[in-house]
């Protein structure tokens, strides 16, 4: 945090009122501090001075904090690096505090190790990053910053930076986190560091959804959107898996074996009692809605190097462009007029699942478990004094932590975009289940879409379900 100009102000008069009444050189240990930054000077430029350098000094401290401190100090050798390599998702460190998701590499403020994670905000307080360079077999030992997301709506156990130096001369391929700077690296399971290498971005758009639970079945919407998402321009969507029903399993070996979509297993129960509620007023548990900050965290990551564009929804959102056609002319033009922009928020508006317009009552569909769209095409008006939410396009490689509907630190701007370019269409449960017919508005820009979705559903629904 910054100090205000009349904190500081009234400190330095009262300290200087304190040191004029007692005649004491040293009547508050802070008085030399403010004598040597101000010269010993009473006047109000002096104080002026004071102000501007502390406010300087407290926010340069706050930045320092952000990036690790320590310098990896070489501990012992060994003649091959070795180590026990894991390939879980989420793996507990012996504390039971912490739980590694993955580690990447992240040169954009210095050569660190950005290890996405999940600790518990008040009882992990030391962490360090052990590195074996090869081929000389050398253990470096860095102390990590431990970076808690701000957005971990009273849960205790939240997403986190776990960030650490690289040694200058090698570039280590893994890394094991310990609690401890002491200890055995070949007793410490070691995690492989992604985003080493930069390459040319092999995909434009990549949706990232976070987190399937609940034996997730609502088969047709999901393939709905899948389907609606390729037509926009997507080539990639990652999704973080709890469970599912079956059908649904089904459903989403097909996505994967044509290379659409990638799953990374989320057993994240396995670990915490997790919530299915946003804040721990509504269910106190460990963390909330399945860890799903952590997951577009490490999504965000592990797309940098190989996405030009990250989009951060659910499988039941789906951002429509109303003056393009499809997304990458509708980012073209948004960053045409926004250069310097690295988050495109989307306003939220719900599409109630509750009231229908029979228009494509296809009848193959309706042995198929789920919510079939093109019939919803009725939206909730906004509501007054309250905000929609949002969700976002981003450029992962300016976006350093997201939280669901903002991001939290990024290199570059967020831009709200008009609703007049696009929204994103959310076909839910109603948020106002008590307004009639004739109050929501009538919004069949989805329907521009409606020959290409049809044919591509039904190719899906006859290879899988029907």
């Known amino acids: ?113 950005r290890v996405i994670g999940i600790v518990h905000h008040k009882d992990v307080k030391e962490l360090f990053c052990w590195f074996c360079c090869q081929p000389n077999g050398k253990i470096y030992v860095s102390k990590a910053a431990i970076d808690v997301h701000s957005d971990r709506f009273g849960f205790p156990y939240g997403a986190a930076d776990i960030v650490c130096s690289e040694p200058e001369n090698c570039d280590p391929t893994h890394v094991s986190i310990h609690r401890s700077p002491l200890g055995n690296i070949d007793q410490l399971p070691s995690f492989e560091i992604k985003n080493r290498k930069a390459e040319p971005f092999p995909v434009d758009f990549t949706v990232c959804i976070s987190a ?110 109303l003056k393009h056609p499809d997304w990458k002319t509708m980012m073209s033009s948004l960053q045409e007029q926004n250069p310097r922009t690295a988050v495109f928020l989307f306003e939220n508006h719900i599409f109630p699942e509750s009231i229908s317009t029979p228009m494509f009552n296809i009848l193959s569909w309706n042995t198929v478990p789920g919510v079939n769209i093109l019939n919803h095409v009725h939206r909730e008006p906004d509501r007054k004094d309250v905000i929609n939410p949002k969700k976002m396009i981003v450029d992962p490689r300016k976006v350093i932590q997201t939280s669901v509907h903002s991001v939290l630190r990024a290199y570059g701007n967020s831009v709200n975009v008009p609703m007049d370019v696009a929204l994103v269409y959310h076909c839910r449960k109603p948020l106002q289940a008590n307004l009639p017919r004739e109050s929501l508005i009538r919004d069949t820009t989805l329907w521009r879409y409606n020959s290409s979705l049809i044919m591509n559903v039904n190719k899906v629904l006859y290879q899988t379900v029907l």
């Not at 990447?104 to 190790?113: A, L, P, Q, S």
């Open 212 to 321: 399937m639970f609940g034996h997730y079945n609502n088969v047709l919407q999901f393939v709905q959107s899948m389907e609606m998402y390729k037509i926009l321009g997507v080539q990639k969507v990652v999704i973080y898996k709890n469970n599912c029903s079956h059908l649904m399993e089904k459903v989403l070996r097909l996505y994967m074996e044509e290379g659409t979509v990638e799953i990374i297993p989320w057993p994240i129960n396995s670990h915490l009692k997790v919530s299915s509620e946003w804040h721990f007023s509504m269910d106190g548990k460990d963390i909330g809605y399945y860890g799903q900050i952590t997951a577009l965290n490490d999504c965000l990551y592990r797309n940098m190097q190989r996405s030009k564009f990250v989009i951060l929804n659910d499988a039941d959102e789906i951002i429509l462009p």
């Open 1 to 113: 945090m910054v100090l205000s100009c009349s904190v500081v102000f009234g400190y330095w008069c009262l300290t200087m009122r304190q040191h004029k009444v007692q005649g004491q050189r040293n009547v508050h240990p802070h008085l030399d501090t403010f004598r040597m930054l101000c010269g010993g000077k009473k006047s109000c430029f002096a104080a002026t001075v004071c102000i501007v350098t502390l406010t300087s000094m407290v926010t340069l401290s706050y930045l320092r904090l952000q990036r690790p401190s320590h310098q990896p100090k070489i501990i012992y050798e060994v003649s091959k690096c070795r180590g026990e390599i894991t390939n879980s998702t989420i793996t507990p460190l012996t504390d039971n505090r912490t739980f590694i998701v993955s580690p990447y590499f992240d040169n954009r403020e210095g050569k660190v190790t």
